[in-house]
């Protein structure tokens, strides 16, 4: 069956429990499984360019994310990503590396961790991790005026782009929040951006809101073993359908 590609998103690799947090030990379990179940793990950029160019993606492939650029992701998940020979992208927030996450809008129950610094940034770079920018301040693009969010979103690539000196093609909405004018400030800049809706990618997805998979849904169960089957597929499914649900009985709220 073919189910389409997950693009997994991870944002802190910690204990604290919280809901942006996957354990460490949980983490690597994950990461040995897509290893044991022979999945290739491509990069987001070859995601995108398979899909802009209409090209079959390989069999068995899945995209590997970070959001915000936690400190753990260095200390914890890199190790890891680096034992498989596995590739990922993060989503930095310029504005904010080497300090923390205690960025405006920042809900009070996540936890305040530090973020990566740009040397440890370098380091990933140059040993197969990818960075795409997700503005300079975790800002909800969605109510800034257009050329607040230009600038928001502008500087957070050319920022990356001087660190780095590498040319950074993605991007990812900080909330999942945009508007049609952001989409086109966002197609002028970039390759290709990710979404949190909660779905598979495939090669009709829309390259600017690239749907993904929270592993929130996976970080206190072990469903993440049946990623070889269609149980994977219908739990999504439904987490997605419970999701939507939500949503529009909070909108209506
Ligand atoms: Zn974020």
Redesign the pocket.
């Known amino acids: 069956m073919d189910i389409g590609i997950p693009i997994l998103t991870y944002?802190s690799i910690d204990n604290s429990g919280s809901v942006i947090s996957t354990s460490p030990t949980k983490f690597q379990s994950q990461m040995k499984c897509l290893h044991d179940k022979h999945f290739n793990i491509i990069s987001l950029n070859e995601m995108v360019k398979c899909i802009y160019e209409r090209q079959t993606v390989p069999p068995k492939s899945v995209v590997i994310t970070f959001?915000?650029g936690f400190k753990n992701i260095y200390s914890t998940a890199y190790p890891v990503l680096k034992e498989y020979g596995f590739t990922a992208t993060v989503?930095l927030?310029p504005g904010y590396c080497g300090r923390n996450n205690q960025w405006d809008g920042q809900p009070k129950e996540i936890p305040v961790m530090d973020l990566l610094d740009w040397e440890e940034i370098r380091e990933m770079a140059d040993n197969s991790i990818d960075f795409g920018a997700?503005t300079m301040d975790?800002a909800d693009l969605s109510r800034l005026l257009a050329e607040q969010a230009r600038e928001e979103i502008v500087n957070s690539k050319h920022v990356i782009q001087k660190y780095l000196k590498k040319d950074v093609r993605l991007f990812?909405y900080?909330?999942g929040r945009l508007t049609n004018e952001i989409k086109d400030i966002i197609k002028t800049n970039f390759s290709g951006a990710c979404s949190v809706k909660l779905d598979f990618a495939s090669l009709e997805s829309d390259i600017y809101t690239l749907p993904r998979i929270d592993m929130y849904y996976f970080s206190k169960n072990n469903y993440f073993e049946y990623i070889d089957t269609s149980i994977f597929f219908v739990y999504v499914k439904f987490r997605s359908i419970l999701r939507s649900i939500r949503n529009k009985v909070v909108t209506k709220l």
């Open positions: 944002h959001d915000d989503f927030v997700h975790h990812a900080p909330y």
